[in-house]
DNA sequence: GTCTATACGGCGATAGAC
DNA sequence: GTCTATCGCCGTATAGAC
């Protein structure tokens, strides 16, 4: 019996298929044990290829972590930004409520076909990872997502003109917070509340996140509209 | 010139001096680079004592890292039980205010002397790497912090009887997430804000998150109380 | 260009001698 | 309590197959 050809062994690999491998093993295993918990031998047996195939496509092990981060930044990035503008667009030419500005920046995170897509899945939980970390979470976070992370805090800041100049910042640090929080997928909740919430029941997280984060932006509009009465 | 006597020598050491060394460098380094980003060696080094005599003391790295996290755990969680216990005998016989008791929990961790003591940034900063670590966060603060967790949730309840049951475990999670995003340290609130807002300003993260977070605790009350009203 | 096999220098945690 | 030795795995480079 001759043995196949090659081509046709391997036909139902697309060209750049073990590339996509390696980029979905090594997020789901960083989103898992953070950078140093991962070896890049790890990262070649599950993807089922040789060790010297990531550092081929590549290069270092940090420059594989920059790539996994930045592949599924720009698709997020645009959802969001989809988002916002639909949220602008239907309130025009009023700015839009509060509460539409928050659900337009969860939204794409939390609901949605690609929440129960393990690589998504993966993914967001590598964010949550990166935004905690002490060394990187300034410098990654800002490269990959600040520049849309300022359109909507400029779009709160329509809606609450009077704000002072840190309170936005802040609101966004207990709203970033907990969502990446949420991402983790620690499992606390659930041992915390006897199994009345789940950390993987991710459309209720967004419903109670979304309420409770509109409540303390809302806090502050208030504070500063009274402050504008007052004067 | 006759040598010192061996005691005079290490007299200024007192005895489980080197042992604490050795708490204070990993509690310093696992912060910053989570477990699998520090080595024994590393550790040693800092401490300025040999690498075994870690394992000596503590045994595998595993049982070091958890006794780091023991070391202050009853200390804080003494502080904000006496907080929480203050905030409830002031407000009695009613239930106390919501913000009172967030500020009980907040507090502790975010004012008072021990914020600018080098150990216990390293302590907080630590805990907020452990609350968002999927490998350890459900297990470990569930056993560490959970019990002092669920008198504050119980003090809520009393505040907002009203609550569903679920509610209360969301929102406490989003104050879990602001609160271990600001002890992670990142430095990107720095860059988002462009100086406006600091990472190392604690006492400024501790006035946002408190009233941020006490908003969204009320909101949560009035939604029970118009249910309860409507019924 | 894509991929595998292999090798190398270095450093890891820890056990056992002292 | 301290020092040393051991053994294994680490990231990466390279040579060459397909």
Redesign the pocket.
């Known amino acids: 019996m001759r043995p196949l050809p090659?081509d046709v062994n391997r036909s139902h690999?697309r060209?750049?298929?073990?590339?996509e491998a390696i980029l979905d093993a090594a997020e789901a295993l960083f989103s898992r044990h953070g950078y140093d918990g991962?070896?890049?031998?790890?990262i070649a047996r599950r993807a089922g290829?040789?060790?010297?195939?990531?550092?081929?496509?590549f290069?270092?092990?940090?420059d594989l972590f920059d790539a996994v981060l930045m592949r599924r930044a720009e698709i997020l990035n645009a959802w969001r930004s989809e988002a916002l503008d639909a949220a602008i667009a239907q309130a025009a030419p009023a700015a839009p409520e509060i509460e539409a500005i928050i659900r337009a920046y969860l939204r794409p995170m939390l609901t949605g076909d690609h929440v129960s897509d393990e690589g998504w899945k993966n993914y967001f939980a590598l964010i949550a990872y990166v935004n905690n970390s002490p060394e990187w979470g300034g410098q990654l976070m800002t490269q990959f997502f600040d520049p849309l992370i300022e359109r909507f805090i400029e779009a709160l800041r329509l809606s609450i003109p009077e704000a002072e100049p840190g309170d936005l910042y802040w609101a966004y640090h207990c709203l970033s917070g907990a969502l990446t929080l949420a991402f983790a997928q620690t499992g606390r909740i659930d041992h915390l509340s006897k199994g009345v919430c789940r950390s993987d029941d991710l459309e209720s997280a967004y419903e109670h996140i979304a309420r409770f984060v509109t409540a303390g932006f809302e806090e502050i509009r208030q504070k500063a509209e009274a402050r504008r009465v007052a004067s």
Chains 1, 2 share one sequence.
């Open positions: 090659r690999r060209k750049g298929d073990r590339r991962v070896t890049l031998r790890a290829v040789d060790v010297a195939l990531a550092n081929y496509h290069g270092p092990k940090r």
